[in-house]
T-cell receptor, first 118, second 113 residues
Framework: AQTVTQSQPEMSVQEAETVTLSCTYD???????LFWYKQPPSRQMILVIR??????QNATENRFSVNFQKAAKSFSLKISDSQLGDAAMYFC???????????????FGKGTKLTVNP | DVKVTQSSRYLVKRTGEKVFLECVQD?????MFWYRQDPGLGLRLIYF???????EKGDIPEGYSVSREKKERFSLILESASTNQTSMYLC????????????FGPGTRLTVT
């Protein structure tokens, strides 16, 4: 069974600094997707960034980028120029490809609580 | 914008009561999901549905059932609520065609006393 591990229950960063959140996963599949989701306090969970395993290039979305190391099964999230609004729970998630019945399920890590200090 | 709504943000029920949590999405998504979120445990999948009247068990289905009579609505049912079902419940949906992202509702914080 696939598992996702986030080893940092809590992290903090100074405003405008850079922080990296760690995620490792275990799978025997060669083709899959990885995601980082953000859950701000009392607000809905939203997708931050995704990575397709077949792509060697690391995904980037504005201040958010990932370091995807397929052989090491590592998928870290880097937040540059941290802002107060980045404070949230961050969840790493894994998903197998497919179109129906079972394959759409996400496996989540336990989350990392990020605090941004002014 | 995709909208996933849940019937209540906060709910307090007594042990043994039958509890219904409702979720509605407005984007004609085929897939809908119910998760449970607990501190230190992350999100765990209870049930999901990939079509009307179709359902599959997730990782922690015990004590729960679901109903999907219409495509836009997915209900989670606690047949006899227990205190260990006190938790945050999140609903999500996504499209079969553009299935890269699951869209989440705001969550229902259920307290069973």
């Amino acid at each position: 069974a696939q598992t996702v591990t986030q080893s940092q229950p809590e992290m903090s960063v100074q405003e405008a600094e850079t922080v990296t959140l760690s995620c490792t996963y275990d799978t025997s599949e060669s083709d899959y997707y990885l995601f980082w989701y953000k859950q701000p306090p009392s607000r809905q969970m939203i997708l931050v960034i995704r990575q397709e395993a077949y792509k060697q290039q690391n995904a980037t979305e504005n201040r958010f980028s990932v370091n995807f190391q397929k052989a090491a099964k590592s998928f870290s999230l880097k937040i540059s120029d941290s802002q107060l609004g980045d404070a949230a729970m961050y969840f790493c998630a894994y998903r197998r490809p497919g179109t129906q019945g079972g394959s759409e399920k996400l496996v989540f890590g336990k989350g990392t609580k990020l605090t941004v200090n002014p | 914008d995709v909208k996933v709504t849940q019937s209540s943000r906060y709910l307090v029920k007594r042990t043994g009561e039958k509890v219904f949590l409702e979720c509605v999405q407005d984007m004609d998504h085929e897939n809908m999901f119910w998760y449970r979120q607990d501190p230190g445990l992350g999100l765990r999948l209870i049930y999901f549905s990939y079509d009307v009247k179709m359902k599959e068990k997730g990782d922690i289905p015990e004590g729960y059932s679901v109903s999907r009579e219409k495509k836009e609505r997915f209900s989670l049912i606690l047949e006899s609520a227990s205190t260990n079902q006190t938790s945050m419940y999140l609903c999500a949906s996504n499209s079969l065609v553009f299935s890269y992202e699951q869209y989440f509702g705001p969550g229902t914080r259920l307290t069973v006393t």
